[in-house]
Each structure stands twice: as structure tokens, then as C-alpha cells.
Nanobody, 118 residues
């Protein structure tokens, strides 16, 4: 099994910045990719950004140019630097890892709340 623990959420004013962190732990696993998803009240969970083990990145159009995903493979950590935050970025942000223990599957963190006030 793989456990994911997020940190770094909070309340920030519009235009501000936050940095989310996610640590993956467990034994006998190999991570294929990591990423961040978010879910706002009444909406479906959506992709924010992903990063492969080779550091290829993918971003939702709504965050391109404002958010940056990065990864520390040695520490099994992924980060999301969020700049120029907007009220519409308010959501619970979930860390995701696609990892192989016996077979490849997706693992999720418990989520961290990000609230952007106008």
C-alpha cells in the first residue's frame, strides 16, 4: 500500500500564493506519476496538474502560467506552487499517485482545503 499525506493548504487572499506538499510512504512500491486534483463544492473532482517520473508535466488550462508542479523522486514527494490565486481556485486539493505495488493503481491523499478570498 501507498499512503499519501498532503500539507500546505489554508486561507489566502486573491492574488496570493500557497505551496502544497505531498509525501508518499509505504514499502515495495514504485511510483509512475504523481499529481494534484481538486474538488470544489457541488463540482466533480478535476485534474490540476500531473508530473511523471521523468518530470514531464501536464496542467489544466485554468492553472497554466500560475501553478507549477514539481517532484522530488528521492523523497517521494510532489509539490504544487500556486501563484496568483483566484477565488475560483477554492477547493479541496487531493494528492494522487499512480504506483505499482503488485499492479498499478491510483492512490489518493485525504485532501487539503484551499480557500481564496476575494
Amino acid at each position: 500500500q501507498v499512503q499519501l499525506v498532503e500539507s500546505g493548504g489554508g486561507l489566502v487572499q486573491a492574488g496570493g500564493s500557497l505551496r502544497l506538499s505531498c509525501a508518499a510512504s509505504g514499502s515495495g512500491f514504485s511510483i509512475i506519476s504523481m499529481g494534484w486534483y481538486r474538488q470544489a463544492p457541488g463540482k466533480q473532482r478535476e485534474l490540476v496538474a500531473t508530473i511523471s517520473s521523468g518530470s514531464s508535466t501536464n496542467y489544466a488550462d485554468s492553472v497554466k502560467g500560475r501553478f507549477t508542479i514539481s517532484r522530488d523522486n528521492a523523497k517521494n514527494m510532489v509539490y504544487l506552487q500556486m501563484n496568483s490565486l483566484k477565488p475560483e481556485d477554492t477547493a479541496v486539493y487531493y494528492c494522487n499517485a499512480r504506483a505499482v505495488v503488485v499492479v498499478a493503481r491510483n492512490y489518493w491523499g485525504q485532501g487539503t482545503q484551499v480557500t481564496v478570498s476575494s
